[in-house]
């Protein structure tokens, strides 16, 4: 079975500019969780979806946004691209058999965005 | 609000070493507590979890038990090997959605 894919691996813009970022989920996983990661603040989360629906969200301002497409792939989108915007963007995927219930999640490999 | 502590690195040991990383956390409710680990250039992977208390998670010669009463999950490993290099995150899930909330990372050198 194929892991969790993300495309692009990586990626060079510059101020002010907007990115999209996309995930496909493991097959028959039907939610994506999306994280940055920094040096300085870890591991954060971002956003989780589920069927198409926005489930959760972390602290990240309106610039950082997502959609889940029919076959549960996702893409996050960022606009105005700032300096520290800079990070290891990470999704992962699980089946969330139930809902509040706790899956696994099996991460992908990043997409490195380095805003310049 | 809930978050979690771990011991920051880098942790440097010979190989055959004991590896004791420290991890407490703070959570309103009863959560599920869980060690990823993060190979150079790859994603995460679950390397052990727990789901509730006194429970010991283990894997790949690693283990950790949920402590309720000192809020802790340490990851403790008998003999390390140049392999087990890399990036561990503690973390912890309440279970109501799937958000998992991490510690900020340690990363372990094991020299041969």
């Known amino acids: 079975k194929a892991g969790v894919t993300q495309t692009p691996r990586y990626l060079i813009k510059t101020r002010g500019q907007q990115v999209t970022l996309s995930c496909s989920p493991i097959s028959g996983h039907r939610s994506v969780s999306w994280y940055q990661q920094t040096p300085g603040q870890g591991l954060q989360f971002l956003f989780e979806?589920?069927?198409?629906?926005?489930?959760n969200k972390g602290n990240f301002p309106g610039r950082f946004s997502g959609r889940q497409f029919s076959n549960s792939r996702s893409e996050m989108n960022v606009s105005t691209l700032e300096l520290g915007d800079s990070a290891l963007y990470l999704c992962a995927s699980s089946l969330a058999r139930r809902a509040g219930g706790l899956d696994e999640q099996f991460f992908g490999p990043g997409t490195r965005l380095t805003v310049l | 609000g809930d978050s979690v502590t771990q011991m920051e690195g880098p942790v440097t040991l010979s190989e055959e070493a004991f590896l004791t990383i420290n991890c407490t956390y703070t959570a309103t409710g009863y959560p599920s507590l869980f060690w990823y680990v993060q190979y150079p250039g790859e994603g995460l992977q679950l390397l052990l979890k727990?789901?509730?208390?006194?429970d010991k998670g283990s894997n790949k010669g690693f283990e950790a038990t949920y402590r309720k009463e000192t809020t802790s999950f340490h990851l403790e490993k008998g003999s390390v090997q140049v392999s087990d290099s890399a990036v561990y995150f503690c973390a912890l899930s309440l279970g109501r959605d799937d958000k998992i909330i991490f510690g900020k990372g340690t990363r372990l050198h094991i020299l041969p």
């Open positions: 979806y589920f069927s198409e629906t926005q489930r």
């Open positions: 727990a789901t509730k208390a006194d």
